[in-house]
């Protein structure tokens, strides 16, 4: 396992990252060998957010990493918070200072920890008060409750519009980014073209981080659409990605996840990808994307394979 520095401390961790959205269906023992997984492949993060089982997520890591006997210093934690009601008719996102703070005493309650190393805001509230947000995490961090702060799912004028009033600087921000979905990138190659491609859906959000060291994390990276299936495997819908993923799969002698995983990682932004299975053998896989690097050629050839015309 490779690592990346996060944030503008430079904070070192696994490029490759245990997304835990699910752990809430595994069963004590299944966690726990999820996360023994993670630690044997050299993964040091594990992301976290208050709406993942409705907190469950949070409790059942806690006890797998409890009768794993892992130490805390040894390990890093995000959790995100802002969704309220998760799942239901009544959903909102909330960045008052209150929610923020309970948001995260929770959180500590449910992994069992004095801190978390970084909080994420989990989606743009539009009611958002940067003040109020700067205000919550002034009392967090002087509190010693969170060390770092980020954001998910935010673009560059969100961030900016924060970054007005906080004290601390960001240090991530965690996008969906993907072979299929490809938004973040598709704007800047079809620059002043006169097509759906050109339209910037993300107002230069890798840019904007690059530029103020704030790291990208990808969430979802086999995941097409919101919740609508993995294009891994999928010949219906992606059968040229999937014939070059076989292909470079062969050549490499890794799994094909392991090459789309690669994919993200080739970019010099120095992605963190978060890879949310439960199964070990599949995050044994993925994590094999450590092993290589993609060439120049292999990268634009996957890129267009999933559909992705150059202008």
């Known amino acids: 396992m490779k690592y990346i520095p996060l944030g503008p401390d430079a904070l070192p961790v696994s490029e490759i990252a245990l997304g835990c959205a699910r752990i809430s269906t595994l069963d004590i023992l299944r ?72 948001s995260v005493n929770e959180s500590l309650r449910r992994l069992d920890t004095d801190y978390l190393d970084i909080l994420l805001l989990h989606r743009p509230d539009p009611l958002t008060r940067p003040e109020e947000v700067a205000e919550a995490f002034d009392i967090l961090k002087r509190s010693g409750k969170v060390r770092y702060f980020g954001v998910s799912n935010h673009n560059r004028f969100q961030m900016e519009l924060l970054n007005s009033c906080l004290k601390q600087p ?73 014939k070059k993923l076989d292909e470079l799969s062969g050549q490499y002698q890794v799994p094909a996840s392991a090459v789309a995983v690669a994919w993200i990682l080739r970019h010099p932004a120095q992605f963190q990808v978060l890879v949310g299975s439960m199964t070990p053998s599949r995050l044994k896989d993925a994590c094999r994307a450590s092993e290589i690097e993609l060439s120049r050629i292999e990268w634009f050839e996957l890129y267009k394979a999933a559909g992705n015309p150059l202008p």
């Open 31 to 102: 966690a726990e060998n999820i996360i023994s997984a993670a630690i044997s492949e050299g993964i040091n993060f594990f992301d976290h957010a208050d709406a993942y089982g409705n907190g469950l997520s949070e409790e059942t890591f806690s006890r797998a990493l409890k009768n794993l006997g892992c130490s805390r210093d040894k390990i890093i934690l995000q959790s995100k918070c802002t969704i309220r009601d998760l799942d239901l008719p009544t959903q909102y996102y909330d960045h008052s200072k209150e929610h923020i703070i309970t």
């Open 170 to 242: 960001l240090a991530a921000n965690q996008m969906q980014f993907n072979l299929s979905h490809t938004p973040l990138i598709t704007a800047g190659i079809n620059v002043n073209m006169d097509t759906d491609e050109s339209v910037m859906r993300d107002a230069g959000t890798i840019e904007y981080c690059r530029l103020h060291h704030i790291s990208l994390q990808a969430w979802a990276p086999f995941q097409f659409g919101l919740l609508k299936g993995n294009y891994l495997g999928d010949y219906e819908h992606y059968p040229d990605l999937n």
